[in-house]
C-alpha cells in the first residue's frame, strides 16, 4: 500500500510539474469521454432501461402479422394491435402467461383543477397494474372490477408524476371527482413513484379502465367489434418459460380463438386461409413497447459510434503526448534502471500518471456530459416523444464515464509504458541531446498515431457531409403545400363533452370567427394534421376498376374543410373544391389527388365517378368524385406521395380533434395570441393545443435528422481539433528534435521556403496515408447509413471532395507554425542547440 501511495505522489509531481501536458491531455480526454458520455445517456434511457415494473425480463409483447379485415389503429406497427373481443378470448386462462393487459393511448382534457387543459391518458385493462406489479402510492389501482361493462367503472388512477405536478402530492384528493372529457370520474389512487406507463416517450397521466372508452373516447366505439383493431397487448409468461416455448404453448390456443373469428369476418376464401395460419409472436418486453425505441435506434447507435471514433482520436492524441513525454524522460530512465529499479515498477509509474489523466479527464468528461445533456434537452419540442427524456445523470452514466476513463488508462498509456521504460542505458547515458534511435522509433510510432487519427476525422467529416447533404434535402423536398404565412392550431371539442354534431357546428363558427380577424386570407380545417406522423387509410371500391383478384384498394385519407386546398396552396386539377353546402345530409362527395387518378382512372375522367369504403361484393360505390388535386406530402417528409382521398370534414362520422389551418399575411407568430382569444370567447372549456406555425411543424418534423447532423458536424470538428492538436504535437516535436540538421541547412544556403516545406513534406506524408484509409472507410460508413439518408447515397463525390477539403484546411492549421518557426530558426543558436 506504502508502494501505491509513493506512485501516485510521484505521478502528481510528475503532473505538476508539466502543467501544459496535464492540461492538455485532460482537456482532450474531457471532450472525448464527455461526448460519450452524453450519448450514452440517451441509449441508455432509450434502448438499454428496463421498464420499472416487477420482473421486467418476464414481460412479451404480443404481435399478430397477416391479414385482417376492419380498421386498425396503431403507432406503426400495425401487427401489434387487436380488438377488445379477441384480448378478451386472448386473457381467459392462456397456458403460457400468468395475465395479460391491453392499454390505449388516447389524449384528455382534463377540468376540475381550476381550468380546462390537456392531458395524456391510458385506457387499461382492469388487471393492468396487477399484471406488472405496480403498487399504489396512495389509495389502490385499478382491478377486475373495474371492467365490467360499457361506462360502468367511472374510476380513475393518477400518476405520481402528474399528482405532484397537479395536486402538489395532496393526499385528500383521493375519492374526490375530475372531470375528464366531460365524464366525472373518482379518483381511486396514485400509481407507484418511478412507473411511467409502458412506452418511452408516452408518459400517462391519468389511467381509466378500457370500458370507459364511449364516455372517454367516443370517436369510435369498437368494443363489441372484432373488426376494428385498436389495443396494445403485453403479457407477463410464467416462471421458467422461455419466449419460443411460450410461442409454441400459445399457438394452439391462438389458433382456436383465429377460427372461432372467422364466422365473423367476410373473407374470400385465400384470405381465410391466410388468416386461419396466423401466428402468435412475442417480443421481449423488458423495455416496454419499442415505437420509440425502433425509431431513434438506428440514430443513436450512429451516434454511438461516432462518439466512439472520436474517443479513440481523443486516446491516440493521449498516447502520443505519454510518448512524447517519454522522450523527454529517457535519462531519468536510464539513470533508474542504471541503480537497479525494475522495468515493470517504472511500467508502473508510468501507467499510474496516465490512469491519473484517465481520471481527471473522466471527472471532467463526465461534468462535460452533464452539460452536453441539459443543452440538448433544452432544444427538444415540449411535445417531442424525446421530450420525455431525463437530463440528468445517473450511477449507470457515471459507471459507463468511469470505465471508459480506466479503459482508456490501460489501453493507450501501456505502449507508451512500454517504450519508455525500452531505453538503453549505455546509450542514453552517452548520448547528451544527441536524437537517439529509440527517439526516431518514437517520432515513427506517432506518425502513425496522426496518421489514424486523420482517417479516423476523414470518417466523421465524411459522415457529418452525408447528414448534412441528408438535411439540406429534406428541407428543400417539394412538399406540394405552401407552408409560408400558415397557422395551426389544434381543437377536439369531444373531450369536452360535445357530441358529433355539436363538433361540427363548433368547428365551423370557430373558422367565421377567426376569418374575421383582421390580416387572415382564408382558413379551413383537417381531422389529420400534416406532417406529425399521423395518417389513416382504408380499403375501397372503385366504380369501373376490378383489381387482381385476391388484392385490395387501400387508399390513405383524410377530412377537410372548405378552402383547404386553397388555403394549403395546394393546386386544383380539375372539377371543385368542397362547399359549405356538402354537409351530412347532403349527398356523398370526395376528392382524390393525381396518384390516386393515375393508378386507378387511367384513360378515364375521375370527375362524376363515385367511390365507396370498403370492398366486397355487397360494397356499392356511393360517394362522388367531384375534384382532382395535385399530389403532395402528408405523414412527413421522408414518405412519398400516396393514392389520397379527401372527404368533406361535415360528412365525418366520427367525432375528434381536428387542426385548423389560417392562412395570414402578417407574422404567424402574432396571429396566434388572437386565434387563442376567438377560440376562449367561443368556448373556454375547449382548450387550444399545438399552435404553431406550418413552418414550425415542418421543422419540428425533421428533428430527428437536425439532431443527428447537428451532432455529427459537432463530433466532426471535435475529431478536426484533436487532430490538429496531434499534427501539430508531432511537427512541433519533429522540429524540436531536428533543430540542429535545420541550422546547418540554413547555414548551407536553403531557403525559408526549403525548411518550410522540409517540415509540411511530414504533415503531408501523414495526411495522404490517412487520407486514403479514411476515404476508403468513410465508403464503407454511408453504406450503414444509407438508410438513414434522404436522397443521399454512399457514392456522393461532393461528400468526399468536401472531406478532403476540410482536412487539408485542418493539416495546414496545424503545420503552419511549426513551418513558421522551423523556417525562423537562427542557424548560430541551432548550431550550439543541444
Same mark, same amino acid.
Given at each position: 500500500?506504502?508502494?501505491?501511495?509513493?506512485?501516485?505522489?510521484?505521478?502528481?509531481?510528475?503532473?505538476?510539474?508539466?502543467?501544459?501536458?496535464?492540461?492538455?491531455?485532460?482537456?482532450?480526454?474531457?471532450?472525448?469521454?464527455?461526448?460519450?458520455?452524453?450519448?450514452?445517456?440517451?441509449?441508455?434511457?432509450?434502448?438499454?432501461?428496463?421498464?420499472?415494473?416487477?420482473?421486467?425480463?418476464?414481460?412479451?409483447?404480443?404481435?399478430?402479422?397477416?391479414?385482417?379485415?376492419?380498421?386498425?389503429?396503431?403507432?406503426?406497427?400495425?401487427?401489434?394491435?387487436?380488438?377488445?373481443?379477441?384480448?378478451?378470448?386472448?386473457?381467459?386462462?392462456?397456458?403460457?402467461?400468468?395475465?395479460?393487459?391491453?392499454?390505449?393511448?388516447?389524449?384528455?382534457?382534463?377540468?376540475?383543477?381550476?381550468?380546462?387543459?390537456?392531458?395524456?391518458?391510458?385506457?387499461?385493462?382492469?388487471?393492468?397494474?396487477?399484471?406488472?406489479?405496480?403498487?399504489?402510492?396512495?389509495?389502490?389501482?385499478?382491478?377486475?372490477?373495474?371492467?365490467?361493462?360499457?361506462?360502468?367503472?367511472?374510476?380513475?388512477?393518477?400518476?405520481?408524476?402528474?399528482?405532484?405536478?397537479?395536486?402538489?402530492?395532496?393526499?385528500?384528493?383521493?375519492?374526490?371527482?375530475?372531470?375528464?372529457?366531460?365524464?366525472?370520474?373518482?379518483?381511486?389512487?396514485?400509481?407507484?413513484?418511478?412507473?411511467?406507463?409502458?412506452?418511452?416517450?408516452?408518459?400517462?397521466?391519468?389511467?381509466?379502465?378500457?370500458?370507459?372508452?364511449?364516455?372517454?373516447?367516443?370517436?369510435?366505439?369498437?368494443?363489441?367489434?372484432?373488426?376494428?383493431?385498436?389495443?396494445?397487448?403485453?403479457?407477463?409468461?410464467?416462471?421458467?418459460?422461455?419466449?419460443?416455448?411460450?410461442?409454441?404453448?400459445?399457438?394452439?390456443?391462438?389458433?382456436?380463438?383465429?377460427?372461432?373469428?372467422?364466422?365473423?369476418?367476410?373473407?374470400?376464401?385465400?384470405?381465410?386461409?391466410?388468416?386461419?395460419?396466423?401466428?402468435?409472436?412475442?417480443?421481449?418486453?423488458?423495455?416496454?413497447?419499442?415505437?420509440?425505441?425502433?425509431?431513434?435506434?438506428?440514430?443513436?447507435?450512429?451516434?454511438?459510434?461516432?462518439?466512439?471514433?472520436?474517443?479513440?482520436?481523443?486516446?491516440?492524441?493521449?498516447?502520443?503526448?505519454?510518448?512524447?513525454?517519454?522522450?523527454?524522460?529517457?535519462?531519468?530512465?536510464?539513470?533508474?534502471?542504471?541503480?537497479?529499479?525494475?522495468?515493470?515498477?517504472?511500467?508502473?509509474?508510468?501507467?499510474?500518471?496516465?490512469?491519473?489523466?484517465?481520471?481527471?479527464?473522466?471527472?471532467?468528461?463526465?461534468?462535460?456530459?452533464?452539460?452536453?445533456?441539459?443543452?440538448?434537452?433544452?432544444?427538444?419540442?415540449?411535445?417531442?416523444?424525446?421530450?420525455?427524456?431525463?437530463?440528468?445523470?445517473?450511477?449507470?452514466?457515471?459507471?459507463?464515464?468511469?470505465?471508459?476513463?480506466?479503459?482508456?488508462?490501460?489501453?493507450?498509456?501501456?505502449?507508451?509504458?512500454?517504450?519508455?521504460?525500452?531505453?538503453?542505458?549505455?546509450?542514453?547515458?552517452?548520448?547528451?541531446?544527441?536524437?537517439?534511435?529509440?527517439?526516431?522509433?518514437?517520432?515513427?510510432?506517432?506518425?502513425?498515431?496522426?496518421?489514424?487519427?486523420?482517417?479516423?476525422?476523414?470518417?466523421?467529416?465524411?459522415?457529418?457531409?452525408?447528414?448534412?447533404?441528408?438535411?439540406?434535402?429534406?428541407?428543400?423536398?417539394?412538399?406540394?403545400?405552401?407552408?409560408?404565412?400558415?397557422?395551426?392550431?389544434?381543437?377536439?371539442?369531444?373531450?369536452?363533452?360535445?357530441?358529433?354534431?355539436?363538433?361540427?357546428?363548433?368547428?365551423?363558427?370557430?373558422?367565421?370567427?377567426?376569418?374575421?380577424?383582421?390580416?387572415?386570407?382564408?382558413?379551413?380545417?383537417?381531422?389529420?394534421?400534416?406532417?406529425?406522423?399521423?395518417?389513416?387509410?382504408?380499403?375501397?371500391?372503385?366504380?369501373?376498376?376490378?383489381?387482381?383478384?385476391?388484392?385490395?384498394?387501400?387508399?390513405?385519407?383524410?377530412?377537410?374543410?372548405?378552402?383547404?386546398?386553397?388555403?394549403?396552396?395546394?393546386?386544383?386539377?380539375?372539377?371543385?373544391?368542397?362547399?359549405?353546402?356538402?354537409?351530412?345530409?347532403?349527398?356523398?362527395?370526395?376528392?382524390?389527388?393525381?396518384?390516386?387518378?393515375?393508378?386507378?382512372?387511367?384513360?378515364?375522367?375521375?370527375?362524376?365517378?363515385?367511390?365507396?369504403?370498403?370492398?366486397?361484393?355487397?360494397?356499392?360505390?356511393?360517394?362522388?368524385?367531384?375534384?382532382?388535386?395535385?399530389?403532395?406530402?402528408?405523414?412527413?417528409?421522408?414518405?412519398?406521395?400516396?393514392?389520397?382521398?379527401?372527404?368533406?370534414?361535415?360528412?365525418?362520422?366520427?367525432?375528434?380533434?381536428?387542426?385548423?389551418?389560417?392562412?395570414?399575411?402578417?407574422?404567424?407568430?402574432?396571429?396566434?395570441?388572437?386565434?387563442?382569444?376567438?377560440?376562449?370567447?367561443?368556448?373556454?372549456?375547449?382548450?387550444?393545443?399545438?399552435?404553431?406555425?406550418?413552418?414550425?411543424?415542418?421543422?419540428?418534423?425533421?428533428?430527428?435528422?437536425?439532431?443527428?447532423?447537428?451532432?455529427? !458536424?459537432?463530433? @466532426?470538428?471535435?475529431? %478536426? *481539433? &484533436?487532430?490538429?492538436?496531434? $499534427?501539430? /504535437?508531432? +511537427?512541433?516535436?519533429?522540429? #524540436?528534435?531536428?533543430?540542429?540538421?535545420?541550422?546547418?541547412?540554413?547555414?548551407?544556403?536553403?531557403?525559408?521556403?526549403?525548411?518550410?516545406?522540409?517540415?509540411?513534406?511530414?504533415?503531408?506524408?501523414?495526411?495522404?496515408?490517412?487520407?486514403?484509409?479514411?476515404?476508403?472507410?468513410?465508403?464503407?460508413?454511408?453504406?450503414?447509413?444509407?438508410?438513414?439518408?434522404?436522397?443521399?447515397?454512399?457514392?456522393?463525390?461532393? !461528400?468526399?471532395? @468536401?472531406?478532403?477539403? %476540410? *482536412? &487539408?484546411?485542418?493539416?495546414? $492549421?496545424? /503545420?503552419? +507554425?511549426?513551418?513558421?518557426? #522551423?523556417?525562423?530558426?537562427?542557424?548560430?543558436?541551432?548550431?550550439?542547440?543541444?
Amino acid at each position: 500500500m506504502g508502494t501505491v501511495l509513493q506512485e501516485i505522489r510521484f505521478a502528481l509531481r510528475v503532473l505538476a510539474k508539466n502543467p501544459g501536458l496535464t492540461f492538455i491531455a485532460i482537456l482532450t480526454l474531457a471532450l472525448g469521454i464527455g461526448a460519450n458520455t452524453a450519448i450514452f445517456s440517451l441509449t441508455d434511457q432509450v434502448l438499454l432501461r428496463d421498464l420499472p415494473v416487477k420482473d421486467p425480463a418476464q414481460l412479451v409483447i404480443l404481435r399478430s402479422p397477416g391479414p385482417h379485415r376492419g380498421h386498425t389503429w396503431s403507432d406503426g406497427d400495425d401487427a401489434a394491435s387487436f380488438s377488445y373481443l379477441q384480448y378478451q378470448d386472448i386473457r381467459r386462462n392462456p397456458p403460457a402467461f400468468s395475465g395479460v393487459l391491453a392499454r390505449f393511448e388516447t389524449t384528455l382534457s382534463v377540468a376540475g383543477l381550476g381550468e380546462t387543459e390537456r392531458a395524456r391518458g391510458e385506457l387499461v385493462s382492469g388487471n393492468y397494474f396487477d399484471v406488472l406489479g405496480v403498487r399504489p402510492a396512495l389509495g389502490r389501482t385499478l382491478t377486475m372490477a373495474d371492467e365490467t361493462s360499457p361506462g360502468a367503472n367511472p374510476v380513475a388512477v393518477l400518476s405520481y408524476g402528474y399528482w405532484m405536478r397537479k395536486f402538489a402530492g395532496d393526499s385528500s384528493i383521493l375519492n374526490k371527482s375530475l372531470t375528464v372529457n366531460g365524464t366525472p370520474l373518482t379518483i381511486v389512487g396514485v400509481s407507484q413513484q418511478g412507473f411511467t406507463g409502458v412506452q418511452i416517450g408516452q408518459l400517462p397521466d391519468v389511467f381509466i379502465p378500457l370500458t370507459m372508452k364511449p364516455q372517454i373516447a367516443p370517436e369510435f366505439d369498437s368494443l363489441a367489434d372484432r373488426t376494428d383493431r385498436w389495443l396494445s397487448l403485453i403479457a407477463r409468461m410464467n416462471a421458467g418459460l422461455t419466449i419460443p416455448r411460450a410461442e409454441a404453448e400459445m399457438q394452439p390456443y391462438f389458433s382456436a380463438i383465429v377460427a372461432n373469428e372467422l364466422p365473423f369476418l367476410k373473407l374470400s376464401d385465400k384470405t381465410a386461409k391466410e388468416y386461419a395460419d396466423k401466428k402468435l409472436l412475442l417480443q421481449p418486453g423488458e423495455h416496454g413497447r419499442m415505437t420509440m425505441q425502433n425509431q431513434f435506434r438506428a440514430p443513436l447507435l450512429s451516434l454511438m459510434a461516432m462518439v466512439g471514433v472520436v474517443l479513440l482520436i481523443a486516446c491516440a492524441n493521449l498516447a502520443s503526448l505519454l510518448v512524447a513525454h517519454g522522450e523527454t524522460r529517457q535519462r531519468d530512465v536510464a539513470v533508474r534502471l542504471a541503480l537497479g529499479a525494475g522495468r515493470g515498477r517504472l511500467v508502473r509509474q508510468f501507467l499510474t500518471e496516465a490512469l491519473l489523466l484517465a481520471i481527471g479527464g473522466g471527472a471532467a468528461g463526465l461534468a462535460a456530459g452533464a452539460w452536453m445533456l441539459r443543452a440538448l434537452a433544452g432544444t427538444i419540442p415540449a411535445d417531442a416523444s424525446l421530450a420525455s427524456l431525463n437530463s440528468g445523470l445517473n450511477w449507470r452514466v457515471a459507471l459507463f464515464a468511469g470505465g471508459a476513463s480506466v479503459l482508456t488508462a490501460i489501453l493507450f498509456g501501456l505502449a507508451p509504458a512500454l517504450r519508455a521504460t525500452r531505453a538503453n542505458i549505455e546509450t542514453t547515458l552517452r548520448d547528451q541531446g544527441a536524437t537517439t534511435s529509440a527517439s526516431r522509433s518514437s517520432a515513427r510510432f506517432r506518425k502513425w498515431l496522426v496518421a489514424s487519427q486523420v482517417a479516423l476525422t476523414v470518417v466523421l467529416l465524411a459522415g457529418a457531409g452525408f447528414f448534412v447533404e441528408s438535411l439540406l434535402n429534406l428541407r428543400s423536398a417539394k412538399l406540394g403545400v405552401q407552408s409560408d404565412r400558415v397557422v395551426q392550431f389544434a381543437v377536439d371539442p369531444g373531450e369536452s363533452g360535445y357530441t358529433l354534431e355539436q363538433t361540427h357546428s363548433y368547428v365551423a363558427r370557430l373558422s367565421e370567427r377567426i376569418a374575421a380577424l383582421p390580416g387572415v386570407s382564408s382558413v379551413s380545417a383537417a381531422r389529420i394534421p400534416l406532417f406529425e406522423d399521423d395518417d389513416s387509410s382504408g380499403n375501397v371500391t372503385i366504380e369501373g376498376y376490378q383489381p387482381p383478384p385476391d388484392v385490395e384498394v387501400e387508399l390513405y385519407r383524410n377530412q377537410v374543410a372548405p378552402d383547404y386546398f386553397s388555403t394549403m396552396g395546394i393546386p386544383l386539377i380539375a372539377g371543385r373544391e368542397f362547399r359549405l353546402s356538402d354537409t351530412a345530409t347532403s349527398p356523398k362527395v370526395a376528392i382524390i389527388n393525381q396518384e390516386t387518378a393515375r393508378l386507378y382512372f387511367a384513360g378515364r375522367n375521375p370527375v362524376g365517378l363515385r367511390i365507396a369504403r370498403g370492398s366486397g361484393n355487397d360494397v356499392h360505390p356511393d360517394i362522388e368524385i367531384v375534384g382532382v388535386v395535385a399530389n403532395s406530402k402528408d405523414v412527413d417528409i421522408r414518405t412519398g406521395v400516396r393514392p389520397f382521398i379527401y372527404t368533406p370534414y361535415a360528412q365525418d362520422t366520427r367525432a375528434g380533434g381536428v387542426t385548423l389551418y389560417v392562412k395570414t399575411q402578417k407574422n404567424p407568430a402574432s396571429m396566434i395570441a388572437a386565434m387563442k382569444q376567438a377560440a376562449a370567447a367561443l368556448d373556454s372549456n375547449v382548450p387550444v393545443f399545438d399552435a404553431k406555425s406550418l413552418d414550425a411543424q415542418i421543422q419540428e418534423s425533421v428533428y430527428t435528422d437536425w439532431l443527428l447532423t447537428f451532432f455529427a !458536424v459537432s463530433l @466532426a470538428g471535435l475529431a %478536426a *481539433l &484533436l487532430a490538429a492538436i496531434g $499534427l501539430y /504535437g508531432v +511537427l512541433a516535436f519533429l522540429v #524540436a528534435g531536428r533543430t540542429r540538421e535545420i541550422g546547418i541547412r540554413i547555414a548551407l544556403g536553403a531557403t525559408q521556403g526549403n525548411v518550410s516545406w522540409l517540415v509540411l513534406r511530414e504533415i503531408a506524408v501523414m495526411c495522404a496515408v490517412g487520407l486514403g484509409a479514411g476515404l476508403a472507410a468513410a465508403y464503407v460508413a454511408g453504406r450503414l447509413i444509407e438508410s438513414q439518408l434522404y436522397e443521399v447515397t454512399a457514392a456522393s463525390p461532393g !461528400v468526399y471532395v @468536401a472531406a478532403g477539403l %476540410a *482536412l &487539408l484546411c485542418v493539416a495546414w $492549421l496545424a /503545420g503552419w +507554425l511549426p513551418a513558421r518557426r #522551423a523556417a525562423a530558426v537562427d542557424p548560430m543558436v541551432a548550431l550550439r542547440y543541444e
